[in-house]
């Protein structure tokens, strides 16, 4: 016997469309459905920063119990009105970043070497894969010194994240 379709979900709010645009992106089948392996993807694009530890919590939360390995939409929309209204994965705030910068930059020179952010960002804590390190590589060094100048970078982190909300802002 062929499974019933469940009844499109439409949104209450444009919390709710922004999430539900979000996975629909990565529903392949329109069945309000996504692969487990998609949800990281899913939770980055709604501008959120969860850590890998993060990203399986969520889907421990919201994994159909039946058919293991997808993510229906029914209980991942909820979840994650939830988890953004009570401003859970959100990103550091500039004055966190900065005090970790600091913390690495014993000597107090306002700059950490090219080889020093490459060995933090690739080998220690949380690594990052290397295509996300190129991507920040690009906007972090001083292509003069070879260096990040750490002030100056997340200077351009914060305007890069105050443009993406006031875009968000005008939809």
């Known amino acids: 016997?062929?499974?019933?379709?469940?009844?499109?979900?439409?949104?209450?709010?444009?919390?709710e469309k922004k999430i539900i645009e979000a996975f629909e992106v990565f529903d392949h089948s329109g069945k309000q459905v996504v692969d487990v392996r998609e949800v990281g993807t899913i939770l980055r694009s709604l501008?959120?920063?969860?850590?890998?530890?993060?990203?399986?919590?969520?889907?421990?939360?919201?994994?159909?119990?039946?058919?293991?390995?997808?993510?229906?939409?029914?209980?991942?929309?909820?979840?994650?009105?939830?988890?953004?209204?009570?401003?859970?994965?959100?990103?550091?705030?500039?004055e966190v970043l900065l005090a970790a910068f600091r913390y690495f930059d014993k000597e107090g020179q306002g700059f950490i070497t090219k080889e020093r952010f490459s060995q933090l960002m690739l080998e220690e804590g949380e690594p990052f894969t290397q295509e996300e390190f190129d991507e920040m590589i690009q906007v972090a060094l001083d292509p003069v010194?070879?260096?990040?100048?750490?002030?100056?970078?997340?200077?351009?982190?914060?305007?890069?994240d105050e443009a993406i909300e006031i875009e968000s802002n005008r939809k």
């Not at 039946?66 to 029914?74: D, M, S």
């Not at 010194?145 to 890069?160: A, G, S």
């Open 1 to 15: 016997m062929a499974r019933k379709e469940e009844p499109k979900i439409l949104p209450n709010n444009e919390l």
């Open 47 to 94: 501008g959120c920063c969860p850590t890998e530890a993060e990203v399986q919590e969520v889907i421990l939360a919201t994994e159909n119990k039946e058919a293991t390995g997808n993510v229906p939409l029914i209980n991942f929309l909820p979840y994650m009105c939830k988890a953004i209204t009570d401003h859970r994965f959100y990103p550091a705030s500039a």
């Open 145 to 160: 010194t070879d260096t990040i100048t750490y002030e100056y970078y997340i200077n351009q982190l914060m305007v890069e």
